[in-house]
């Protein structure tokens, strides 16, 4: 890969070469549906390995992912684990030292990431994820290729196939029964392209929040629902220049609990050069009941909310960027017996969005993708059941997951965040227990202890 270059002719703003399309009928090791980072990781965890992996990409890249591009230090052992942390930073990115909280009163407390991880470089970055996923993508697909797989740009899986129980192939739809996943078929080519069918003893559904294999297993196989407005959010960002505080390529991502927007939230991520990515998010069920959309709640802040409207006097939202999309949270849902949901059937591992994991709290989603994309490979790898990956997945996350959606709740209460947030930002006791606590899940802990958020809040 040669040295990245600015303006028009950067590298992720190019094609990605990944190689011959394999013929139809060909049987892998494993399939991976989806070529964000959830795909990513499950495929180039399992080429690593020499396992022959198919990745199939409905897009072909460069290609945009709507995001609020934050990659957190979660995300960085895994990028770095997959060779890419290095190339990563020889591109421009906003290295990430702080997190600015505010509340719907005005007050704020800036919560430094650990030192140590910031000196390592390892604390946290923001960048486009155009350019993210273009270089974790590229890196993938030719680990992929190097171990005798193949990868398909422009595949958009349509189905999956399971055993008839003879030998044959039996294609996914309404099923309602236990079967054993055996490939999928993939339309290449577009809207009037060609059919193709590929075999595998395991599919990995990383497509996303709208995963054809998540959906196959979920609702056709066990006719659960996939979708739950209570535990999912809306999201949407904007690309502006100008943005006043926002000039670095070094310093800290805010958050703003804003007055209009309660319960949902403001973002300003830096993503360098001068760029800020720009969102706002909320819980579908909450925003069912607000008459405004997210898009002119966003407007209605930028022009004329007292703490952003000088910010963004001078600064211009780059055409085009406007963009939603939705975020799967990975909030424990009431009396179900799968938590967040089912992720995993006979030979199905769902991955990422598609397993819906992304923090009820933050709406980061990329290190869960990234941590269960691994956790996926190995399972697959070492011929565990989906059971035992469903299991190791909630415990790996669901306490951290349980956590934040106890946060999330909190933060819809404005007075408790006004309260919260007041007290933060006169006491440094506080600020040290936010760090740790993004820091490390021991620190998590101490949120269960009500004596140590007593006396953490209260002296
Ligand atoms: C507005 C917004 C802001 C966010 N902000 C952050 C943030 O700051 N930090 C963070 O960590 N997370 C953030 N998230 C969440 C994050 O974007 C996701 O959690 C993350 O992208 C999940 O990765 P994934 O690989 O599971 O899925 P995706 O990134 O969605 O990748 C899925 C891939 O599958 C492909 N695909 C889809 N359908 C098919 C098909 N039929 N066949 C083949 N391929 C298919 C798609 O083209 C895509 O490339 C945000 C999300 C939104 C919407």
Known sequence: MGEPRTGEGVMWKQPIDSGPLPKSGETY?????????????????MAMEGKRVLLIEKETWPRDKICGDAVGGKSLSHVKELGVKEILEGTPHFRVTGIVFSSPKGHS????????????????????????????????QKMVRDAGGDVIQGGDVKDVL???????????????????????????????GSESTFHAPAVVGAAGFRCPVAKSMLQDTYDEPMMDRDH????????W???KGCEDNVGDI????VDTIIPGYFWLFPVAEGVVNVGIGMVMSLLDRQSNKLKSMQAQVVAEHPLFKERFAQASMIPGTGKGWQLPFG??????????????????????????LVDPFSGEGVGNALVSGEMAARHIME?????????????ALGPELTNSYRMQKMSRRAWLLNWFVGKASKKPAIQEMMTEMIASKEAQENLHSPWFMFKTLMF
């Open 29 to 45: 090791d494993s399939i991976v549906v989806g070529g964000g980072p959830g795909g990513a990781a499950a495929a180039g965890y």
């Open 109 to 140: 407390v800036r919560v430094p990431l650990p030192e140590e991880d910031v000196q390592r470089l390892e604390a946290g970055y923001s960048l486009p994820r155009q350019q993210f996923d273009h270089l974790l993508f590229d890196q993938v």
């Open 162 to 192: 399971y055993d008839d129980g003879n030998g044959g192939d039996d294609p996914g739809k309404g099923s309602g029964r236990e079967r054993h996943a055996k490939g999928v078929v993939v339309r290449i080519g577009g809207r009037n």
């Open 232 to 239: 999912y959010c809306a999201g949407y960002r904007e690309y």
């Open 241 to 243: 220049r100008g943005v």
């Open 254 to 257: 805010e958050i703003h609990f």
């Open 331 to 356: 909030s424990p849902r009431k009396k179900a017996l799968l938590q967040p949901r089912r992720s995993a059937s006979n030979g199905v591992f769902l991955v990422g969005d598609a397993a819906s």
């Open 383 to 395: 011929g565990k059941s989906p059971e035992a990956y469903q299991d190791a997945l909630w415990k």
